[in-house]
């Protein structure tokens, strides 16, 4: 005899809380959540006890404060009377100039590098692993602090090119390279449309941004000339002249001229100067960078199956048609993230500008802000906003080229 | 037909042809070269450029190292018996090997310890790095921290003994009844684990550390490679755990957990190393109790260990995200809970497929632990530029130190990156 008994009544017990899957999150996340609660209760508190056992308060007043230093290598104007914040937007920029340059180097060795250590010469391809081994295995701080020391030690001073007989000479007396850094002749106008430099060269920027569109506009009506007739014009002459013509007629009318660094008492005057620091640092996170983006492009080439280039033989495609059409566009879907966190890595790594006194952020509002007003937390939250935006910006670009060459899979 | 073959037969040969040599280029050395450096012109001029390269980098270096003094006490001393010659001046590292081995204060004749914590290292890291070795080596693995903490910070042996102590106690708990119910094993060996700390803790008499068998070293006295070594090892022993963690955290599925762990990877991820150094070194200690006084040794191991766990998560992640999905609905049907599906299916697997990215922020992070000297630590490179630069005597002896610093890293992180490349093709269960 069978009896129908009623499923067993639903009677919630405590140690449901840790046994059953419907409660077991909501458990673990209290547990977390009072834990993060009381943490930050914790070192708020700490804080605020510190603060005032110290007489400080959090203030970002001192950025309107006149900096009272010196600062060598800039973009924009600055003296020592302009206040904190001007120094840091200064060592901002300067931190954007040397990511800037530096991403496009490294690049041009990474590249260079991860070719040639695929190349069926052996000795090349040995020579380029060595090079990776190397600059990947040796810390970039040892790096930076070495080819500054090469530059200042190495290097004539400024002192050398002067007398009868002077020891050290301007190359093609035009360019200075000293220890201080590196004197190049500097572009100016004679008679500028606009009253400020910035301005004249805020006109060439739009006249190039112009041909460029201009170049866009050409090459798409070639393609849809192609599509039509089978035939594409030929738009190199027309591109050059749009290039050239808007771009060398404003040379003229605006009085290019240059003025080129001159020995004056006890260093080059004029030009352009770029500081050793900026230079070490530069060459140095290139070419350590260099070492990774070359794996990076060589993985990439590699990950590109033979048959695919085989395929492209096979339909008739001459060589360099297999590589621009067929090898490159797969291969640069698997290089261009990581070479995108290269670029990360880069903008990171120009902290390190503080070993070798490049003013970038870390050095001005990190370094001499930070010692001088004693406002460690705010100048230390400053820095890492920064940072962040930086990289947030970047592994943004990273995220809208990854969605753009998606494969569209069935 | 018989006819036809009988005359054809006629002009078969008897004897085999003898096998005549190949022809010269086709063989040995000359086929080798036309094949690998001359089997196009512009391959050949590339072939001549990197000989000319080679040449000229040998040609500069070696006479420079081959006349390489070892025995003078200062830098002039070394130009006058060179007297012009190119010649390197290494008698810097003899002379100042302990300060860049131990730093600068560490007490000379305590200098038997770190090298024999070097040594137990050696033993104790073995059965980690290769699975041939008997397990039980594993028992001395995880006494090797306490003990390592003994010989260099010297001092009484109470605290590391607490601390063990605390660790065995909260083993054994989990042991008993992390079997039935992981949470309750884990939090519970937690709370274990702080107890016996702070009864231990308030055990040690204030005093104990002032006539020790060993005598105390502050950490300040710590510096040189030995600082580059300790960091590097104890961040990445505790950034993989912490990474697994996070990564655990950021697969999971309930929203607060994730939300804390991509916050914190992200952040982390997103600033310099030497931001968060800063942190370390001028904005921690307002975190701290006001009468507390944390070194800035421990500073910068919580740092830095923080830094490489966001990136041994994203590594951890990765190889999370390769596992098929098949593989946790499996772990899900043999009735496994979640903590025995991770421990015995999804980890094993996952772990294996991320040990070079583990290896590879593992050589990153040590390769860092060099940026400590921006903060004033006396690390391999706060000891060259600072005190071994500074002196009178060795004032201008670059090359010999950066050259000595960027040898001692190559060792270390080539023979790291090649034994995970060796771990790699053990771990290849090819089909």
Redesign the interface.
Known sequence: MTTLTDPPKESFRLSML??DTRY??LT??AV??IA?ALAIWY?GN??I???R?AGLNISYSFLGDSAGYDINQRLIEYDSQSSHARAALVGLLNTLLVAFLACITATVFGVIAGV?RL??????SK?MAVYV??F???????WI??IF??MT?VMPGPREFRGDTPTASMALDLFAFTNRGVYTPMPFFENGLFGSATLNWVLVLLVAVGSWYATRAVNTRATNTQAETGVRPNTLWTNLAIWLVPFIALMFIMGLAWEVPELKGFNFKGGIKIGGPLIALWFALSIYTGAFIAENVRAGIQAVSKGQTEAASALGLRPNKVMNLVILPQALRVIIPPLISQYLNIT??S??A??VGYADI?ATL?GIT?NQTGR??EC?LL??LF??TA??LISMAMNVYNASVKLEER | MADQDKNSIAFVSTEVIPESPPPARETGVVKWMRENLFSSVSNGVLTVLALLLIYGALSSTLPWIMNGLWTTSSLAECREILAGKSGACFSVLTERWHQLIYGFKYPSEEYWRPNLTLLLMLVAIAPVLFFDLPRKLLIFTGLFPFIAFWLIWGGTILAPLVALVGFVAAGAFFQRFGRSSFAVGFFGAIVIALVVWSIGGSLIPDGASDNAMLPAVPSRDLGGFMLNMMLGLTCVSLSVPLGIALALGRQSNMPLIKGICVVFIEFVRGVPLITLLFVASVMLSYFFPPDATVDLFLRVVIMITLFSSAYIAEVVRGGLAALPKGQYEAADSLGLDYPQAMRLIILPQALKISIPGIVNVAVGLFKDTTLVSVISMFDLVGMIRGPVLASTEWNGVYWELFGFAALLFFVVCYGISQYSQWLERKLHKGH
């Open positions: 840790l046994n077991r999150s673990f996340q977390a959540a993060l070192l700490n804080l006890q510190n603060l056992a040639l190349s069926n010469n052996w000795i090349v020579l081994e190397i990947r295995n040796i810390p970039v701080l040892i602090i070495i020391t090469i030690a990171k790594n902290s390190l503080i070993a870390t990190g930070l460690a937390i230390v820095l890492m940072y962040l990289s947030l």
